[in-house]
């Protein structure tokens, strides 16, 4: 054989390889749930930081923080409605440097660069006719509000230990603004205490048992201020880093009662200048290494049993304002819709995404407001996905990711698959697992292949020409920008007979629901 018939060979091969379907079968265990989420899971976040905030040599916040954002930009007003209701929480790193304007509180400066304190930012405030403002633009567009406290508020640095702030909470401003906020009928659905105080904590941090006594006056307070339980507002705390034995000795002093959310931070992608990270976003085994942490907070909440369990109200998976070609793009969803799929595994009830607009992690453009990627791909899961959530096997290849829900609405299921190869697609069938007992002996029993009758629905996400690290995600081979009038564009399913397999393209991420699968958990 000549050399260019072993050329022409080799590039034949290669191409072979390059487009490899391979079948799969996928058991889903309808039977029993293994978790329960919120309704409004899907929550992204809104931040103080001012436009000076720079990281790695650009200053990616521009006019998206609290105190600058225009609220009347069509775009973000529909993009917050089009979730009807999106969960917003409203905090970040600067909220332990912010104090309210009413009551005591008569002057009120923004955030000014200083390099001595926190976070190279003096104190900023929030005037009362901002809330004023931001409150309008929940009220028109039905947001959940998770409003996060200033919990640094009467305390001094240690003389002895760097980084440790000492002292009692003070609560006045807190009382001020919760009577302010009660005055005006404005709705929060939670308050969260503290910004990244935990363990070693973020530039600052509080005592465990120091900031265990402290959310306890947070939620007597609460309690005094809205004495009816059904409109109470929940507490949430630590909004942290996972710490195992900070957050044991904070639980065990705050008690049962106390905390209702048991809230921490991932940011599992690292630093937002890593060259190597979309390599990682690639990789299911570095994906896994986070279950670690969510596992952890689910025993610990398991332990103390809080009302919500856990939250994670923060994660932009790249740190420091994230990565800037990487966040916005098509490929950060193999990362951020992994992190929903596994938090709901391990029973987290709800999952805020830094952030809804600002830095480069943004589900919305920060200049224009135009959705990136991973706002289409929260879009459909808050509308597909159910708050039951079902355990699912796949074990042909680790590329391949699966999350199963009961669907969104009733009847049926909708499964999440994220392929995270560039060279492999999948033909997928499904299976039922069934629990048997027989003669008191009990065995799962997996179902032969399922087999519908009614048409599947199937939302098929894809980067436009393939290009994973490009910002335009095509659905179902249509381009998903907003209207003219930016309207978020209508997202109709492609209808799949029910006889044929799914299929799951390489680098594309997959809803399907299926409105004939019996699961018994989702009746």
């Not at 039905?142 to 002895?160: E, P």
């Given at each position: 054989m000549d050399l260019k018939c072993i050329f022409s060979l080799a590039i034949l091969v290669s191409q072979i390889s390059l487009s490899s379907t391979q079948n799969v079968n996928v058991v889903i265990q309808g039977e029993s749930s293994i978790g329960e989420t919120d309704d409004n899971f899907v929550c992204a976040t809104l931040d103080w930081w001012p436009t000076e905030k720079c990281n790695y040599n650009q200053c990616p916040w521009g006019k998206a923080g609290l105190l600058n954002l225009d609220l009347k930009k069509k775009g973000l007003i529909n993009a917050i409605k089009a979730f009807n209701p999106l969960r917003i929480k409203v905090g970040g790193s600067l909220q332990d440097q912010v104090v309210y304007g009413v009551g005591g509180v008569k002057n009120c400066p923004n955030f000014m660069k200083n390099e001595d304190s926190l976070f190279g930012f003096s104190q900023g405030c929030l005037p009362m006719e901002r809330w004023d403002e931001l409150n309008k633009i929940f009220n028109q567009t039905g947001v959940k509000v998770t409003f996060g406290l200033n919990a640094l508020l009467g305390r001094n640095r240690s003389q002895i230990e760097k980084g440790l702030w000492v002292g009692d909470w003070k609560s006045q401003n807190a009382r001020d603004f919760m009577k302010y906020t009660i005055s005006k009928g404005y709705k929060v659905d939670s308050y969260e205490f503290g910004n990244q105080l935990s363990g070693a904590g973020m530039g600052a941090s509080v005592e465990a048992e120091q900031y265990g006594k402290d959310i306890v006056v947070l939620k007597n307070l609460v309690k005094e201020l809205h004495p009816d339980p059904e409109t109470q507002p929940k507490v949430l705390g630590p909004s942290g880093y996972y710490d195992e034995k900070w957050f044991n000795s904070f639980l065990e002093v705050s008690g049962h009662a106390v905390v209702d959310g048991v809230t921490h931070h991932i940011y599992n992608l690292g630093p937002g200048d890593d060259p190597n990270m979309i390599t990682k976003i690639q990789d299911p085994s570095y994906l896994n290494q986070v279950a670690q942490t969510y596992k952890g907070v689910l025993n610990i909440v398991n332990k103390f049993k809080p009302q919500s369990g856990a939250w994670v109200s923060e994660s932009g998976g790249a740190l420091h304002g994230g990565a800037k070609d990487l966040s916005p793009t098509f490929a950060d969803g193999f990362w951020y819709l992994d992190q929903l799929g596994m938090a709901s595994t391990y029973n987290h009830k709800v999952f805020c995404r830094q952030t809804l607009i600002g830095g480069n992690y943004a589900l919305l453009n920060t200049t224009?407001?135009?959705?990136?990627?991973?706002?289409?791909?929260?879009?459909?899961?808050?509308?597909?996905?159910?708050?039951?959530?079902?355990?699912?096997?796949?074990?042909?290849?680790?590329?391949?990711r699966v999350y199963a829900h009961c669907a969104k609405k009733k009847p049926g299921i909708s499964i999440i698959f994220i392929n995270l190869s560039k060279d492999s697609s999948f033909n997928v069938t499904l299976s039922n697992y069934e629990h048997q007992s027989r003669n008191s002996r009990s065995t799962d029993v997996a179902k032969p292949e399922f087999r519908g009758s009614k048409d599947r629905e199937e939302y098929h996400l894809a980067a436009l020409a393939g290009n994973i690290q490009g910002q335009i995600v095509l659905l179902n081979d249509v381009p998903m920008v907003p209207t003219e009038t930016f309207d978020i564009p209508t997202m109709e399913p492609k209808l799949f007979n029910a006889s044929t397999p799914i299929s799951i393209a390489a680098h594309s991420i997959v809803y399907v629901t299926i409105r004939d699968f019996q699961a018994p958990a989702c009746a």
């Amino acid at each position: 054989m000549d050399l260019k018939c072993i050329f022409s060979l080799a590039i034949l091969v290669s191409q072979i390889s390059l487009s490899s379907t391979q079948n799969v079968n996928v058991v889903i265990q309808g039977e029993s749930s293994i978790g329960e989420t919120d309704d409004n899971f899907v929550c992204a976040t809104l931040d103080w930081w001012p436009t000076e905030k720079c990281n790695y040599n650009q200053c990616p916040w521009g006019k998206a923080g609290l105190l600058n954002l225009d609220l009347k930009k069509k775009g973000l007003i529909n993009a917050i409605k089009a979730f009807n209701p999106l969960r917003i929480k409203v905090g970040g790193s600067l909220q332990d440097q912010v104090v309210y304007g009413v009551g005591g509180v008569k002057n009120c400066p923004n955030f000014m660069k200083n390099e001595d304190s926190l976070f190279g930012f003096s104190q900023g405030c929030l005037p009362m006719e901002r809330w004023d403002e931001l409150n309008k633009i929940f009220n028109q567009t039905g947001v959940k509000v998770t409003f996060g406290l200033n919990a640094l508020l009467g305390r001094n640095r240690s003389q002895i230990e760097k980084g440790l702030w000492v002292g009692d909470w003070k609560s006045q401003n807190a009382r001020d603004f919760m009577k302010y906020t009660i005055s005006k009928g404005y709705k929060v659905d939670s308050y969260e205490f503290g910004n990244q105080l935990s363990g070693a904590g973020m530039g600052a941090s509080v005592e465990a048992e120091q900031y265990g006594k402290d959310i306890v006056v947070l939620k007597n307070l609460v309690k005094e201020l809205h004495p009816d339980p059904e409109t109470q507002p929940k507490v949430l705390g630590p909004s942290g880093y996972y710490d195992e034995k900070w957050f044991n000795s904070f639980l065990e002093v705050s008690g049962h009662a106390v905390v209702d959310g048991v809230t921490h931070h991932i940011y599992n992608l690292g630093p937002g200048d890593d060259p190597n990270m979309i390599t990682k976003i690639q990789d299911p085994s570095y994906l896994n290494q986070v279950a670690q942490t969510y596992k952890g907070v689910l025993n610990i909440v398991n332990k103390f049993k809080p009302q919500s369990g856990a939250w994670v109200s923060e994660s932009g998976g790249a740190l420091h304002g994230g990565a800037k070609d990487l966040s916005p793009t098509f490929a950060d969803g193999f990362w951020y819709l992994d992190q929903l799929g596994m938090a709901s595994t391990y029973n987290h009830k709800v999952f805020c995404r830094q952030t809804l607009i600002g830095g480069n992690y943004a589900l919305l453009n920060t200049t224009t407001s135009i959705p990136n990627p991973d706002y289409y791909g929260a879009l459909l899961w808050h509308r597909l996905m159910g708050s039951t959530v079902l355990a699912v096997t796949q074990e042909s290849n680790p590329n391949l990711r699966v999350y199963a829900h009961c669907a969104k609405k009733k009847p049926g299921i909708s499964i999440i698959f994220i392929n995270l190869s560039k060279d492999s697609s999948f033909n997928v069938t499904l299976s039922n697992y069934e629990h048997q007992s027989r003669n008191s002996r009990s065995t799962d029993v997996a179902k032969p292949e399922f087999r519908g009758s009614k048409d599947r629905e199937e939302y098929h996400l894809a980067a436009l020409a393939g290009n994973i690290q490009g910002q335009i995600v095509l659905l179902n081979d249509v381009p998903m920008v907003p209207t003219e009038t930016f309207d978020i564009p209508t997202m109709e399913p492609k209808l799949f007979n029910a006889s044929t397999p799914i299929s799951i393209a390489a680098h594309s991420i997959v809803y399907v629901t299926i409105r004939d699968f019996q699961a018994p958990a989702c009746a």
